[in-house]
């Protein structure tokens, strides 16, 4: 059996700092000191693991995992789907993969949420998903609003989904957002601008994805999602228990 | 030019913001959609070990609770075996090692039940001692925090934890150390995590 191999190092410099004063929270929330960077062990290249059992087949439609029967949310109808991928360009497969947004008029069911737009009845906000073993995943949901939020007087998130995904390992944890092509907000937003490297961005605008529309139907947008990729572990000597 | 490397870069992180319990927790959200939530049973009913809680609030850097954090745990069971296919050994039926809490909207408080885990080997043979690693998200973090969360009653083994050993500053590995307690007859060992300021907290690049 092939030894477990650590993951790659995650490159700092090209996700978001910790802190970025233009988006004001994470101003007393970032931490001052450096991390600790480990070598990984057996508690960082171990994570859960889910299967079929844990979610329903249902669970990645949004446009009915909450309606009434009958019903349908207000919204433009969506398609987003991709892969999980890894840092060697191989697929992930079976790993969860859970999304939460606004309705199509920016305002999320939850009870912190107090924007003026009104929720939608039949609109929950949450999917969940595995991958198949190709990496492949998809939901069905309408596209969220852009709405405002308390950072400067005037500030609009962009359409945005987030997505949580778990991968193999607890150090591939990652939650994100992505993010509409064409969308102006997007070059304006705070949140999107603590990624220093612009083509780290470009990498979480989903483009619009003709293909895979369903004629007369549904709208489609692909998003693919790149986790930390894994070393090989040839000619090295590494005692029991690495 | 050399030929170029054909890696991919990871997706860049993006803040849970303040509603990650819509995606990850509905329940808190304050709706019912899916027919279970994950990750409120780390254990199971058949794990061996002595019955724990963990419990503890967030808090900034002015001293204040965070109330919208979602943390989650990933541990061994008693005998330092992760229920993972390249871990070694077997865990209980229904031992998961894996569960997600969110801070109370009020207090920020935060507690999971679980088992105290076993040591699990390190690097290079070192044993370390047992421990939970910890998953921090909330709005105004960017990328999600892992830290780890060690037993006071281990001084020992706290001690000789590879780990433990890599913190230069010997004041700051105190922070990671859960208090042990005894309430109402159960055993509860606290864990403040500071995200900045006095005593902030050891967190790790893993």
Same mark, same amino acid.
């Given at each position: ?242 | ?18 509603? @990650?319990?819509? $995606?990850?927790?509905? &329940?808190?959200? *304050? ?8 990750? #409120?049973?780390? =254990? ?70 679980? @088992?105290?885990? $076993?040591?699990?080997? &390190?690097?290079? *043979? ?8 910890? #998953?921090?998200? =909330? ?68």
């Amino acid at each position: 059996m092939r030894k477990p191999a650590e993951y790659y190092q995650r490159d700092r410099a090209w996700h978001p700092p910790a802190l970025a004063r233009e988006y004001k929270t994470s101003v007393a929330r970032s931490p001052s000191y450096a991390l600790i960077s480990l070598e990984q062990s057996a508690s960082e290249i171990t994570g859960p693991v889910f299967g079929h059992n844990d979610i329903d087949p249902g669970d990645n439609d949004l446009l009915t995992n909450y309606a009434q029967a009958g019903e349908s949310p207000i919204g433009e109808r969506i398609i987003l789907h991709g892969r999980v991928l890894d840092e060697n360009a191989r697929p992930v497969p079976n790993t969860l993969v859970e999304i939460w947004q606004a309705n199509a008029g920016g305002r999320y069911r939850h009870k912190k949420d107090m924007y003026l737009a009104p929720v939608d009845p039949n609109f929950g906000g949450c999917g969940r998903t595995l991958s198949d073993e190709d990496g492949y995943y998809f939901f069905r949901t309408v596209k969220p609003g852009a709405y405002p939020w308390r950072n400067w007087v005037n500030n609009w998130r962009p359409a945005h989904i987030h997505i949580s995904v778990f991968g193999s390992s607890f150090s591939q944890r990652l939650i994100t957002q992505m993010y509409f092509e064409g969308d102006p907000l997007i070059a304006k937003c705070p949140i999107v601008q603590t990624i220093p490297d612009p083509a780290a961005i470009e990498r979480l605008i989903a483009p619009l994805d003709l293909n895979a529309t369903i004629p007369l139907d549904t709208i489609a947008y692909k998003f693919d999602i790149v986790l930390r990729g894994r070393r090989s572990t040839l000619f090295e000597n590494r005692p029991e228990g690495n | 030019m050399p030929q170029r490397l054909d890696y991919l870069k990871e997706t860049a992180s993006q803040t849970a913001g303040p509603f @990650v319990h819509i $995606g990850l927790a509905p &329940g808190a959200a *304050g709706f019912d959609i899916y027919e279970r939530e994950l990750g #409120w049973d780390i =254990a199971g009913p058949n794990a061996g070990g002595e019955r724990i809680r963990v419990e503890g609030v967030v808090v900034d850097g002015t001293g204040s609770p965070v109330k919208d954090v979602l943390l989650e745990a990933w541990q061994a069971n008693a005998q330092g075996v992760y229920a993972h296919p390249e871990h070694d050994g077997e865990v209980e039926e229904g031992f998961r090692g894996w569960g997600r809490v969110i801070t109370d909207f009020d207090t920020g408080e935060w507690g999971f039940d679980t @088992v105290k885990p $076993g040591p699990v080997m &390190g690097r290079n *043979g070192r044993m370390m001692a047992p421990h939970i690693n910890l #998953w921090i998200v =909330a709005r105004g973090v960017n990328v999600g925090l892992n830290t780890r969360v060690y037993f006071s009653d281990e001084a020992e083994a706290n001690a000789a934890d590879p780990v433990m050993g890599l913190i230069e500053w010997e004041v700051r590995r105190q922070t990671l150390v859960a208090e042990r307690a005894e309430r109402d007859g159960k055993i509860v060992y606290r864990f403040d995590v500071r995200l900045q300021g006095e005593g902030e907290t050891v967190f790790f690049d893993i």
